[in-house]
């Protein structure tokens, strides 16, 4: 006869080490707010950064839309210039002498077309300038939406783990919430 009650040991340390059912469903609680509330910030900024580039393409396409003109107005000096030259042409073939206008008009065409063309260029700048500084703000916004998708992610494993009660399943989702959270953080300092 035995001397006294088998315990299965294997089974009561396990129980030992185990934190009670409830520190891990306060745990994973925790965790999955801290990523709910880094998730609503990562995905406030994502959307302001795409506002942000449309703003910015929306102004390098006005750009673009008043460099066409003052090329058209270029060409429109130019054509004005050949007109005179024509006319003062003309006025030589028939052998007569142009009037002193004609010359005098035609050089301040040509003049004219020189700021007109510096303008042109100026505004071609500004909007290569404003197109360039909304691509950047896109590649952030993918960013920025990436490491939200990733939190995202977390947050519903972090659900399926308080469901589930399974540690495993909480870790990964702590892994990715890190990926994301990591994501979040390189975009924001880049």
Do not use: C
């Given at each position: 006869m035995?001397e006294?009650?088998?315990?299965?040991t294997?089974?009561?340390?396990?129980?030992?080490?185990?934190p009670?059912p409830?520190?891990l469903?306060?745990?994973?609680?925790l965790t999955?707010a801290?990523?709910?509330?880094?998730g609503?910030v990562?995905?406030?900024r994502?959307?302001?950064t795409?506002?942000?580039?449309?703003?910015?393409k929306?102004?390098?396409?006005?750009?673009?839309?008043?460099a066409s003109d003052q090329?058209?107005?270029?060409q429109?000096?130019?054509?004005?210039a050949n007109v005179?030259e024509?006319?003062?042409?003309a006025?030589?073939?028939a052998?007569k002498?142009p009037?002193?206008g004609l010359e005098?008009?035609?050089?301040?065409?040509?003049?004219e077309?020189?700021d007109?063309e510096?303008?042109?260029?100026?505004?071609?700048?500004e909007?290569?300038?404003?197109?360039?500084e909304?691509d950047?703000?896109?590649?952030?916004?993918?960013r920025?939406?990436?490491?939200?998708?990733f939190?995202q992610?977390?947050?519903?494993?972090g659900?399926?783990s308080?469901?589930?009660?399974?540690?495993?399943?909480?870790?990964?989702?702590?892994?990715?919430?890190l990926i994301?959270?990591?994501?979040?953080v390189f975009t924001?300092?880049?």
């Open positions: 035995p006294g009650p088998e315990i299965e294997d089974r009561l340390q396990e129980t030992i080490q185990e009670p409830g520190a469903l306060r745990n994973i609680a999955t801290m990523l709910a509330a880094l609503a990562a995905a406030l994502a959307g302001g795409v506002n942000e580039a449309l703003v910015l929306t102004e390098a396409g006005r750009l673009q839309s008043e090329w058209a107005y270029y429109a000096k130019g054509i004005k005179e024509a006319s003062r042409a006025w030589i073939a052998g002498t009037p002193p005098e008009t035609a050089r301040r065409y040509a003049t077309q020189k007109i510096k303008a042109a260029q100026e505004k071609e700048r909007r290569d300038e404003k197109s360039n909304a950047r703000l896109l590649e952030h916004h993918h920025f939406a990436d490491s939200v998708a939190i992610v977390a947050i519903a494993l659900a399926v308080a469901l589930t009660r399974q540690r495993p399943v909480w870790v990964a989702s702590g892994l990715l919430g994301g959270a990591g994501l979040f924001l300092l880049r």
